[in-house]
């Protein structure tokens, strides 16, 4: 752990990016106190997949949460198949048609979240937690000090805050009021089956290593129904995750919540036509299901990711739809850099840290809104209605590999040093600046 500095800064919100913020943080000798509106730490039950980026991040940010990840993390079962991410599949004729890998470095490594959450929750201490604190304003007291409102009817004060609040986050509403998340016209069903039921249905291959099936859409109209189900191993193989996402040019009815539960028969209405294995895979879902709707920044994207000493990471700053299976390495992307930034050693007191924030939007802001477009369109791509794209398979697998690659093909570590040595030459213009005004 370095030196602790004499900081007061404010982590709001304790999922993946909080989390592996403050770990970072707690780390590197960065004092904080992160606020999470919630009881106690939780994620869902469902699963969540890494891209090498992401884990390059966390090894970054503190080995850890890479550690933990390794402990819980889940492979493709077949040695053949270690580096491939998801095997993509014709889900729609039966015979199928063409099938093609897509690979990577890392392959598929899937975690259960919760079962992350939980070893993650281990590497800060219990004291820098504070529970059931709904952020609702912040103002800025006489002193210069930062002014956080909870639900609760408390306040607390900070030099400065990270909005690590996620989709609807509070604090970028505080510094962009209209930049709200839009509905992508997808929604998707979560379920975890038995592997073993799953590989009656599906058969070893297809149940024990990730696959994506998908489908193009509606031939009755040129626009309509299409979709994609995602399925991959979890919790050491013993239990498959499935995603299946449909499209819809329906509006999303409560704009306020975005999950909704509904049936594994609706899940099957909605996939009707879909071939056999994606048939079977829907009927060993839970009976009742939620369904989340896909919101992003899409169309409403942040223009700056902080003002003054009010910061946002993660989610807050640049949902995505998850069709790239990279939010959330994202978020650990963007926790390494916030903390090779805020340890750095010209970050000593309230008045550096505006400048450290200005850096991280420099370094992180293209890529971050680079992933919410992409996504998007590659999750067309999927289901073969991507403009320039269609159901030509060779054109699917060439965009897929090329913006795979753009995700994955970074190192992360020389991302942070970069952003070290931006800060360092902007210190440095100031400290010049200012002798030069003398
Ligand atoms: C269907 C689906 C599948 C996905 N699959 C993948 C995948 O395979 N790989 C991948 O990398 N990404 C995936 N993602 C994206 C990933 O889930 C997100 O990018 C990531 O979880 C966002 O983390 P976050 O910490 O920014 O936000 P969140 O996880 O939303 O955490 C925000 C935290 O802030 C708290 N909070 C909110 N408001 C307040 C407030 N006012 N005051 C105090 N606390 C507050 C919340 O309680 C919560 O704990 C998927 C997303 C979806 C919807």
């Given amino acids: 752990m370095g030196t602790q500095k004499h900081l007061d800064i404010a982590i709001i919100g304790g999922g993946i990016a909080g989390l592996t913020l403050a770990i970072a943080l707690h780390h590197r000798g960065v004092p904080f106190t992160l606020y ?52 993509y599949h014709d889900g729609y004729n039966t015979p199928p048609g063409p099938s093609f890998p897509i690979s990577n470095s890392l392959g598929q490594r899937g975690v259960h979240r919760a079962e992350f959450l939980d070893q993650l929750v281990k590497l800060i201490p219990q004291h820098v937690a504070r529970f059931n604190k709904v952020l609702t304003s912040i103002t800025t007291a006489a002193s210069g000090k930062l002014v956080m409102a909870f639900g609760d009817g408390t306040t607390a004060e900070a030099d400065a805050i990270i909005g690590c609040d996620g989709i609807k ?22 379920g975890l089956i038995p592997m073993k039921q799953a590989i009656d249905a599906v058969g070893n291959e297809n149940a024990q290593n990730a696959c994506m099936y998908s489908r193009k859409y509606s031939n009755r109209a040129q626009m309509g129904p299409g979709g994609h189900v995602l399925t991959f191993p979890v919790k050491s193989g013993t239990v498959m995750n499935v995603v299946a996402f449909h499209t819809s040019e329906e509006p999303w009815q409560d704009s306020e919540r975005n999950v909704r539960t509904a049936t594994r ?128 398979f060779a054109k699917i697998e060439n965009e897929i590999n090329r913006r795979n690659s753009i995700i994955a093909d970074v190192d992360v570590a020389v991302m942070c040093q970069q952003a070290r040595d931006t800060l360092s030459r902007k210190c440095g213009s100031l400290v010049r600046g200012f002798s030069a005004n003398i």
Wanted: contains cysteine; glycine residues 8%; hydrophobic residues 40%.
């Fill in 36 to 87: 999470e509106q919630a009881h106690a730490f939780g994620e869902i039950g469902a699963g969540v997949s890494f891209t090498p980026s992401a884990v390059q991040a966390m090894q970054c940010c503190h080995d850890g949460i890479f550690d933990a990840f390794e402990k819980v993390c889940t492979r493709n079962e077949w040695e053949s198949k270690q580096t491939v991410w998801f095997d």
């Fill in 169 to 190: 986050s509070r604090v970028r509403q505080e510094l962009f009021p209209t930049c709200k998340p839009s509905y992508s016209h997808k929604y998707a069903y979560r």
């Fill in 265 to 392: 028969a609706d899940a099957l209405r909605d996939f009707a036509g879909y071939g056999e294995d994606v048939t079977k895979i829907l009927q060993l879902t839970d009976e009742k299901l939620n369904v989340w709707a896909i919101f992003d920044l899409h169309d409403n994207p942040v223009p700056l990711f902080y003002q003054g000493r009010v910061c946002i990471s993660g989610d807050a700053a640049h949902a995505t739809s998850p069709h790239h299976g990279a939010g959330a390495g994202f978020c650990i992307e963007d926790s390494a850099v916030l903390a090779a930034l805020l340890s750095h050693e010209a970050i000593n007191s309230p008045a550096d840290l505006e400048l450290a924030f200005a850096v991280f939007d420099e370094c992180r802001r293209e890529r971050g809104q680079w992933l919410v477009e992409s996504s998007r369109f590659i999750g067309d791509c999927y289901e073969w209605r991507a403009e320039g794209v269609g159901n030509d």
